[in-house]
């Protein structure tokens, strides 16, 4: 009776953890998620580790808001780049100029790094 309810315990502590991972993926802050997902890991191996065989409705419950956090997860690191790629366009694009010459092509003026010396 006692093991039961610890187990049920286990495989609540773990739910709940997978629903603040999604928390963090969500709404952030991601500085967290590190700690919170060594956390689930060491409750998932303590609990494979007990020997006790896991209820259907537990795994298919761990199923879905693993594969849910993954997409998140994916999504968030998508994001991430496409921000990255972004910036990136904008440091190329305020390095230089675009302008167009007398025949009326398009021609890329750099500018020269200012420095004070060359200021005066």
């Given amino acids: 009776m006692i093991s039961e309810a610890l187990t049920t315990t286990?495989?609540?502590?773990i739910l709940r953890m997978l629903e603040e991972?999604?928390?963090l993926l969500v709404s952030g802050p991601l500085d967290k998620l590190q700690a919170l997902v060594a956390a689930r890991e060491?409750?998932?191996n303590e609990l494979l580790s007990s020997g006790a065989s896991l209820p259907e409705a537990f795994i298919v419950a761990l199923k879905a808001r693993a594969e849910r956090n993954g997409r998140l997860l994916r999504a968030s690191i998508d994001g991430v780049k496409s921000a990255r790629?972004?910036?990136e366009q904008?440091?190329?694009q305020s390095e230089?100029?675009?302008t167009y010459g007398a025949d009326g092509k398009s021609v890329d003026v750099t500018?020269?790094?200012m420095t004070r010396d060359t200021r005066a």
């Avoid at 286990?10 to 502590?13: G, I, Q, T």
């Fill in 85 to 87: 790629a972004q910036v």
């Fill in 21 to 23: 991972e999604r928390k």
């Fill in 111 to 113: 500018p020269s790094k």
């Fill in 90 to 92: 904008i440091n190329r």
């Fill in 42 to 44: 060491a409750a998932m």
């Fill in 10 to 13: 286990r495989y609540s502590k």
């Fill in 96 to 98: 230089a100029l675009r």
